[in-house]
């Protein structure tokens, strides 16, 4: 059985996927016809009727909360993420963000640099928690290598947290000096 902060985060991430969802208003089962909708986008399984109302009771909740909207247009009802709704959605997508590995390693390293000001130490030491999570390896203070490409990833930190391109660098180099332990550490030899 899923809990609320689940069932939240599969409502939101499947209306930000779906782009907002679109049931004919005239419908009297308009709540019966939507959440189904819902539910394939959020790549959610009924289990139960007691899931279902879960489900039903949260979607409700997120819009009394103001992060889904609704809007008659022309005989159809439109549900669409707010702006503080698409605020949780992007929260969501970077909680799940991980760096894919390919099978092969390509040989070059990925190093990321990144300098961020004081003033905005919360979004600096939230960026490098999930730089420690992504499996990045420090070699000094705001210098961080890892094997594999991870720019989209790194992309969408510095867009979500609104870092501009000089404050996060990337640099992919073909050796780095003492790469050996790094090779050790990353399990590539």
């Given at each position: 059985?899923?809990?609320?902060?689940?069932?939240?985060?599969?409502?939101?991430?499947?209306?930000?996927?779906?782009g907002?969802?679109?049931?004919?208003?005239?419908?009297?089962?308009?709540?019966?016809?939507?959440?189904?909708?819902?539910?394939?986008?959020?790549?959610?399984?009924?289990?139960?009727?007691?899931?279902?109302?879960?489900?039903?009771?949260?979607?409700?909740?997120l819009?009394?909360?103001?992060?889904?909207?609704?809007?008659?247009?022309g005989?159809q009802?439109?549900?669409?993420?707010?702006?503080?709704?698409?605020?949780?959605?992007?929260?969501?997508?970077i909680?799940?963000l991980?760096?894919?590995?390919?099978?092969?390693?390509?040989?070059?390293?990925?190093?990321?640099?990144?300098?961020v000001?004081?003033?905005?130490?919360?979004?600096?030491?939230?960026?490098?928690?999930?730089?420690?999570?992504?499996?990045?390896?420090?070699i000094?203070?705001?210098?961080?290598?890892?094997?594999?490409?991870f720019?989209?990833?790194?992309?969408?930190?510095r867009?979500?947290?609104?870092?501009a391109?000089?404050?996060i660098?990337?640099?992919?180099?073909s050796?780095?000096?003492?790469?050996?332990?790094?090779?050790?550490?990353?399990?590539?030899?």
């Amino acid at each position: 059985m899923k809990n609320k902060e689940e069932i939240t985060k599969n409502i939101v991430k499947g209306i930000l996927i779906a782009g907002g969802i679109a049931v004919a208003s005239t419908s009297p089962s308009f709540v019966s016809r939507v959440l189904p909708k819902i539910y394939k986008y959020a790549k959610y399984k009924i289990i139960d009727n007691k899931n279902n109302k879960k489900f039903y009771d949260t979607f409700y909740s997120l819009k009394k909360r103001n992060l889904i909207f609704f809007e008659n247009r022309g005989g159809q009802i439109y549900i669409s993420l707010t702006p503080d709704g698409k605020k949780l959605a992007g929260k969501y997508q970077i909680d799940d963000l991980a760096i894919k590995k390919p099978k092969k390693w390509d040989g070059k390293w990925r190093i990321l640099i990144f300098d961020v000001l004081d003033k905005q130490k919360i979004k600096r030491e939230a960026l490098r928690g999930k730089i420690k999570d992504f499996g990045l390896y420090q070699i000094q203070k705001s210098v961080w290598v890892y094997p594999y490409d991870f720019k989209n990833e790194i992309n969408l930190l510095r867009s979500f947290f609104n870092f501009a391109e000089k404050e996060i660098k990337i640099i992919v180099a073909s050796e780095i000096e003492g790469e050996q332990e790094l090779k050790r550490h990353f399990k590539l030899t």
